[in-house]
Structure formats: C-alpha cells, structure tokens
C-alpha cells in the first residue's frame, strides 16, 4: 500500500432500525436524506449506502421509496456512487430484487453468509433482539444473478472469516468476477469481534490478500468504529461511517449529522497520510461508471 492511495468513504446515511427519539439527525424524507448526503458528501464521503423509508420514518422496501430518495440526493449533489441495501428480515427476494432491477444503483451490499444476529446491552444483561438472519448459498446466488444481470457491483458483507472464505466457490464457479469489493462487518454480537487483530486477520484473507487488487473495507457497528476505521485505514482499507453505525464522535458527544461522521472519517485518513478518494476515483476503482438512472 502506499498511504497517498485514496481511500473509499461511504456515509451509511439512515439504516432500518434506529430512530429519531435514539438520534435526532437521522433522515426520514427524500428532502432530508439529500441534505444529509449533501452534509456527507461535502466532507468527503463518494458513496451513499442507502435503507429506504417512508417520510414517517418506516423502513421500505418499495420502489418509489428507494426513487424518491435516490432522485433527492442526486438532484442535491449532482453525482455520488449510489449503494442499496438488500438485507431484511422477513422481506422476500423478490421484493427486494424488484427495487435492484427497477432503479439499478450503481452497488448493492450482499450479506455473505446466515448467522446469530443480535445486540447485547450489558448494562441490562440481556438482548435488545435477537435473531436468525437467513443468507444461503441459494438466497446469495439469486441475488448476484439478479445484479450481474442488471450491472450492478455487489458489495460483500462479511460479519466474520468464514463468510470471505464463502465467496471462494462463487468464484470457481463464475458468478463472481474479480475485482470485487468486501466489506468486513464487526461490532455485531454473532459475528466477529471488533478488534484491531481480528480484522487484520479478515484482510489477510480477502482472496489475494489485502493487496491483491480487491477492493475491501471496514463497516465498524457502534463506538468500535473509530479504532476500526483507523485499523483499515493503516492496512490500506476502505471505511464507512454514518448514522446507520454509530451515532458518536470519538468525544462522546452526538453526531449533528452524517457530516460530522464523515468529517472525522477524513481527519482520520488524513493523519495516516491518506485521502479521500473524489467521486471520480471512487467510480474507478470499484470499475462502476456512472450512468442515467431510470426514469419514473
């Protein structure tokens, strides 16, 4: 790696389960889910992972939902690299294959493998929930035929080292082509520890290694997330902060916006003598160019 490389930020600008009763700042309508990007992008963020919801707040998984909010943000930053969820509990693919082929975003974040998914409060001694979240071979193909043939980049979720080492068959057998792009998700009781090692360990086991030419990054859940950011940013990695994450700065204090997340985000690739990568570049090295969107 060399430390000028130019490093992928990504703002996780709402998620599906926090509130504003938890955080003020999280978008609920088109207009503020713009702003918000507007906030993010300004302070270097080039993609946009977006949970789409009602203008109550709901999440959804409807079309003219996922629309609306994507309209709002490119009509407010002109262009950034767009990134649909596709985990849900209790959703069928096929809802959530209709919105990928209906508004074809430039990536979509695949989750790699089923497991425990839960959060634990200690202060309780007990779960805040609990559950099994469901993503079979089966469940993962049906999704990436589904993007290949829409040309939409997956972004691979990987909570843990097994669900990288998942992705080794999909490339024998053709469904995955190289370069791709991986995400190491820690910070989720049922996944991997977050620790600095543990996700060391994760990048070395990225196909190739962590210089091999795929393209792969850090998703840190909760207060975790800064020495995660950090770590990756060290070992050469991609980050992603934003308000589905994690609602505080390294202080302690709230976040005011996505902005302030992907503010500190940048500080932090600055000070290891990295920096952010413009939207451009981003485009580039995840090999998705821009395109029109479809018309409503």
Not at 143 to 154: Q, V
Not at 155 to 166: L, P
Request: hydrophobic letters at 40%.
């Amino acid at each position: 790696m060399s430390l000028q490389d130019p490093v992928i930020i990504t703002c996780s600008i709402s998620g599906a389960i926090a509130n504003r009763e938890q955080c003020p700042a999280i978008p609920y309508t088109p207009q503020e889910y713009a702003a918000e990007a507007r906030r993010a992008v300004d302070e270097g963020a080039s993609m946009i992972h977006i949970h789409a919801r009602t203008p109550d707040g709901v999440p959804s998984y409807e079309v003219e939902d996922f629309r609306a909010i994507t309209d709002a943000i490119l009509a407010e930053v002109g262009d950034v690299v767009i990134n649909y969820s596709t985990g849900a509990i209790g959703i069928s693919l096929e809802k959530r294959i209709e919105y990928l082929r209906a508004l074809k975003p430039d990536v979509a974040a695949l989750n790699m493998g089923s497991m425990n998914y839960a959060k634990y409060s200690r202060r309780r001694r007990d779960f805040v929930f609990h559950t099994v979240f469901e993503n079979s071979f089966e469940s993962i193909i049906t999704l990436l035929r589904a993007m290949n043939e829409e040309g939409i980049k997956p972004e691979h979720e990987c909570f843990d080292t097994g669900h990288i080492a998942n992705l080794d068959p999909l490339i024998d057998m053709g469904i995955l082509r190289q370069p791709l792009q991986i995400s190491c998700v820690m910070g989720v009781t049922g996944g991997i520890r977050p620790t600095a090692r543990n996700l060391a360990h994760m990048a070395e086991n990225v196909p190739g290694g962590p210089d091999g030419g795929n393209e792969w990054g850090v998703i840190g859940i909760s207060r975790d997330q800064w020495m995660l950011i950090a770590t990756a940013l060290t070992l050469g990695g991609n980050v992603r902060a934003g308000l589905e994450d994690n609602f505080y700065l390294p202080d302690g204090s709230m976040a005011r916006s996505n902005g302030d997340l992907i503010a500190k985000a940048r500080q932090l690739a600055e000070d290891v003598g990295r920096r952010a990568a413009t939207v451009a570049e981003a485009r580039e090295m995840l090999g998705v160019p821009r395109r029109e969107r479809a018309a409503a």
